[in-house]
């Protein structure tokens, strides 16, 4: 859908009083959108148009509040209140929700477009200059800030990490008890944010605007603000459209006050809501069609100027045109101009090279509208992946947000060429780092928390999003390192996307030699369970820091997954440790992280664990079987031709089973 950010607010200034010129409470009545272009239409609206894609919606009211006395003295007490309402077109797709804001600031300078709420970037989120305090009505559960879900209000301070927060909703004034709303059922909410500057106490209520204002706050805080807030602040919203945009926002009514309650707002004379933007535009549209009518002849006449000079016009920038398909719609993430990518990789010059594979080349870039560093992804049409695979990886990164994923920002495509647009990772690949020339250096301290960052990736994976994602392609050239050295799952051009307890329909092998489980090389379904496969094999290479499938090693050796299997009965698997690591390793670690790759590399799917018990495993939050050295050495069963058949002995009855899609929850 287009995306778009449009707010109303209402518009005509009532009172507004103070001795020295700067109000410091106002009531607006009328309407103020923003959407797009700014102008004022004849009916009084007044509209802001943006552009469709990456943008940042903030309405600002236009005098400084004088929030403190003086420089060094206390927050004054204050009060606001406004209706809101989020409408929404898909349910399951929401957008990033719209947050009530105190700013040094109207622009809000270097404010990221395509998250953060339009506050923040990722270079500045809890820096103590920012002197934000914010209420957000957040519609989008974010791991990276540890939300509750996609439907809760929280207090933020100079970082969208809500110091408190709680699913939206009020309190009934008859018996207390605790009634949910839903932030993007359309209907209008009534929100009441007050600071008590003599306690320090910040409350936030809401509640359905037939609803009076609840006597218990949803949210309260005991903190001074003095020194989060300046001495005159601006107050006002914000919102960005964020990688998905599948909701518009808009407030109908707003007052605030300082050093006293904020006036009631009239709800018998709020607007009322669009249904869409042509009904909000009606009347202008009407005119426009009879004043086209009148000047049909010359505005011909113009046409024809504009199809000469634009076609020159087009020809010439014929090597910055892009490519818009049906199927771009429905995906959301935003879409780059090839002449803002061209610039930002330096006309993909080679110095910018991060790297190359099957999948196309990546090229280091600074975009020039924000000066972010982002990697570009650059692949052709006809190669060996392709566009079935660039649509899977729009479809499935572009709605993923876990710390320990590859955020993808958007993406571009021109002729034959396809362009993604990732975060940039200064550390490069994990692969570098294990077999690069000349080798980098990890610690068994960063390796084991690389694993762990993996296995918490897959986790959100295969059983926290919304639906089961299979990636199909896990190994350490597709595990990104960022400039903390956590570690992050990246490439999901080989991913599959099922519903929670179905099979995803898969009818051809993908992956990578050595990461391949026995059972999907036979009939090619992939599973969580061939993930498990891949993982345990990755878990293995980074410890021993050689590939799953070595040609040039000594025949015993080869396959990594049969070395340390060896390693083990010989009674010594610490033995297969990278030889870079010396003696500086903890050896239960080391031993633990053996002895679970050979667990998920197993040769019979039903022997390996879920992702969940992996991390438990990997966090000490649960033991191995006692038995676990009898469970990986049943190997003579992986000759089996159908692992249903196979009849696992008593041993592993130990040990938790888990088929493919079957889960613990989520």
Request: hydrophobic content about 40%.
């Amino acid at each position: 859908m287009n995306c778009c950010i449009t707010i109303v607010l209402l518009l005509l200034l009532q009172s507004a009083t103070s001795s020295n010129n700067i109000p410091d409470d106002f009531t607006f009545n009328g309407c103020l959108k923003l959407d797009g272009r700014a102008e004022l239409g004849s009916n009084g609206l007044f509209t802001l148009n943006e552009s469709a894609g990456g943008t940042i919606g903030h309405a600002f009211y236009s005098f400084p509040i004088q929030f403190k006395k003086s420089l060094n003295a206390g927050v004054i007490s204050f009060s606001t209140t406004f209706i809101f309402a989020i409408v929404s077109d898909n349910g399951n797709y929401r957008g990033d929700g719209l947050a009530f804001v105190i700013s040094p600031n109207k622009e809000i300078p270097g404010a990221f477009p395509k998250k953060y709420l339009g506050l923040f970037n990722s270079t500045n989120m809890e820096n103590s200059s920012n002197h934000i305090v914010a209420v957000e009505l957040d519609t989008f559960l974010d791991y990276e800030f540890d939300d509750k879900d996609d439907n809760h209000v929280g207090i933020d301070i100079n970082s969208l990490r809500s110091i408190e927060s709680a699913p939206a909703g009020y309190f009934a004034d008859q018996n207390g008890a605790f009634r949910n709303l839903s932030l993007i059922s359309g209907d209008p909410m009534q929100v009441w944010v007050e600071y008590d500057g003599i306690n320090r106490q910040l409350n936030v209520t809401m509640s359905p605007i037939h609803i009076p204002k609840p006597e218990l706050p949803l949210l309260s805080l005991t903190k001074d603000l003095s020194p989060f807030l300046l001495q005159y602040m601006y107050v006002g919203f914000s919102s960005s459209t964020g990688l998905l945009r599948e909701a518009d926002q808009y407030i109908l009514g707003w007052s605030f006050k300082m050093n006293g309650q904020a006036q009631q707002i009239d709800t018998s004379r709020l607007p009322k809501l669009p249904q869409s933007r042509q009904v909000i535009m009606g009347d202008d549209k009407i005119k426009s069609k009879r004043i086209l009518k009148i000047a049909l002849p010359p505005i011909a006449f113009l046409l024809l100027l504009v199809l000469i000079f634009g076609f020159l016009f087009m020809k010439r920038k014929k090597k910055f045109m892009g490519v818009l398909e049906d199927w771009e719609v429905q995906y959301g993430p935003h879409r780059f101009g090839y002449k803002d990518l061209f610039i930002a990789t330096k006309g993909f010059k080679d110095r910018e090279l991060l790297g190359q594979g099957g999948f196309g080349r990546v090229y280091r870039g600074v975009l020039p509208t924000s000066n972010i560093q982002v990697a570009v992804k650059r692949v052709a049409h006809d190669s060996r992946q392709g566009l079935r695979e660039f649509v899977s990886e729009i479809a499935t990164i572009g709605r993923l947000r876990h710390p320990n994923l590859v955020r993808l920002l958007g993406y571009c495509r021109r002729k034959q060429e396809l362009l993604l647009v990732y975060d940039y990772m200064p550390n490069g690949s994990l692969d570098r780092f294990l077999y690069g020339q000349p080798k980098g250096t990890l610690n068994w301290m960063q390796r084991f928390k690389i694993i762990k960052d993996v296995a918490s990736g897959l986790l959100y994976l295969h059983q926290q999003w919304l639906q089961v994602i299979i990636h199909r392609d896990i190994k350490a050239s597709n595990v990104l390192i960022d400039d903390e050295f956590n570690g992050r799952l990246g490439d999901f051009g080989l991913a599959k996307l099922c519903d929670h307890g179905t099979d995803p329909q898969t009818s051809h092998v993908a992956g990578t030699l050595g990461y391949i489980a026995p059972e999907l090389a036979r009939n090619g379904k992939a599973s969580t369970s061939t993930d498990l496969f891949a993982f345990g094999a990755f878990m293995l290479e980074v410890v021993c820091g050689r590939r799953p499938v070595d040609p040039r090693a000594s025949p015993e050796e080869v396959i990594l997954v049969d070395w340390v299997f060896e390693c083990l009965e010989r009674g010594n698997i610490l033995e297969a440790i990278d030889t870079e690591l010396g003696t500086e390793y903890t050896v239960e670690e080391a031993e633990l992280v053996l002895k679970l790759g050979l667990l998920c590399s197993h040769a019979i799917a039903a022997a390996r664990p879920s992702m969940s018990n992996v991390v438990q495993y990997l966090e000490g939050r649960a033991q191995l079987p006692d038995n676990l050295g009898d469970i990986i050495k049943s190997r003579d069963f992986g000759e089996a031709s159908n692992e249903q058949d196979v009849q696992l002995p008593t041993l592993v009855t130990s040990l938790m089973i888990s088929e493919p899609f079957t889960f613990t929850g989520r």
